[in-house]
């Protein structure tokens, strides 16, 4: 166990929401590693469960649990539910968002409408407001659940996922870039609320990952890299695609008294995407 006084996690309680997927499950099993008690939620049980055992397996202590993070009345009941379980949460990570395929055009920029081609006028408000309201207020519902308990103590972390999209839109996703630009907003807007009782409020955005999710998006089936792959890399100055673990330096920073002068930041981690121009 890591132990160094500046970013000693052990003890702490986290709740981590988006726990199945691939990012947040890294990160999930990175505190675990350093002592803290996990609580694993997710939408598909098994997914968070697996997550879960190999946490366990490794000496750590997690627990899985069912929730919606859209469903304000399953978050409370979860949130008894850790308290019983682990204790009390000081650290929120929230991981749960994603995209909609119906709010996600076909084309990067419109030249004319075409029978069978998904264009901006062709995305259907419900897909716009699924987006959306997975990305922030699947952020918003879970500091408000969580949060009501983390103000008492003082020294309590929240951390939002963002994404690249939300400083300067990725094309053809409007709608999850609109959201994340949300999330960032949300970040420093509590990030001021709450700097009184000493609660942080940051947000971390990731570049680009290869992962199992996004590979039939990056990769050709013979291996190859698609043209977006290649349009991406040729934007990243490292050259390369992140793996999941290179987020944590950055998580365990955030969450601990290394960063207790911080709150309101957005980090990118992301191979210098974000800063290069593009010449």
Not at 10 to 24: D, E, F, N, Y
Not at 138 to 156: N, R
Not at 254 to 262: I, M
Request: aromatic content about 8%; some cysteine; charged content about 20%.
């Amino acid at each position: 166990m890591i132990t160094d006084p500046l970013f000693d996690l052990s003890g702490k309680i986290a709740v981590v929401t988006g726990a199945g997927g691939v990012l947040c499950s890294e990160m999930a099993r990175a505190l675990a590693h350093r002592g803290v008690k996990v609580a694993l939620l997710g939408r598909t049980l098994e997914h968070v469960e697996e997550v879960s055992r190999k946490i366990l397996e490794d000496g750590g202590v997690a627990k899985a649990y069912q929730c919606n993070v859209l469903q304000e009345d399953q978050l409370l009941l979860v949130r008894q539910q850790i308290r019983q379980d682990l204790g009390s949460c000081d650290i929120l990570i929230n991981g749960a968002g994603g995209n909609h395929p119906d709010a996600t055009t076909e084309t990067p920029v419109f030249e004319s409408q075409q029978e069978g081609l998904r264009t901006f006028f062709d995305l259907p408000i419900e897909a716009f407001q699924y987006t959306f309201n997975l990305n922030f207020i699947g952020t918003l519902l879970p500091i408000k659940v969580f949060a009501s308990e983390m103000v008492t103590k003082q020294q309590s972390v929240v951390l939002n996922v963002s994404s690249m999209s939300a400083f300067n839109p990725l094309t053809k996703v409007p709608a999850y870039s609109g959201a994340k630009a949300a999330v960032n907003n949300l970040t420093q807007w509590l990030a001021t609320h709450f700097a009184p009782v000493n609660m942080r409020v940051n947000a971390i955005a990731p570049g680009f990952f290869l992962t199992k999710q996004n590979q039939k998006l990056l990769t050709e089936e013979n291996g190859d890299f698609t043209p977006r792959a290649k349009q991406i890399l040729s934007n990243t100055p490292m050259k390369k695609f992140g793996k999941p673990e290179d987020l944590i330096g950055t998580v365990i920073w955030l969450c601990s008294d290394a960063s207790q002068f911080v709150t309101g930041v957005v980090v990118p981690v992301d191979g210098g995407f974000n800063a290069y121009g593009g010449v």
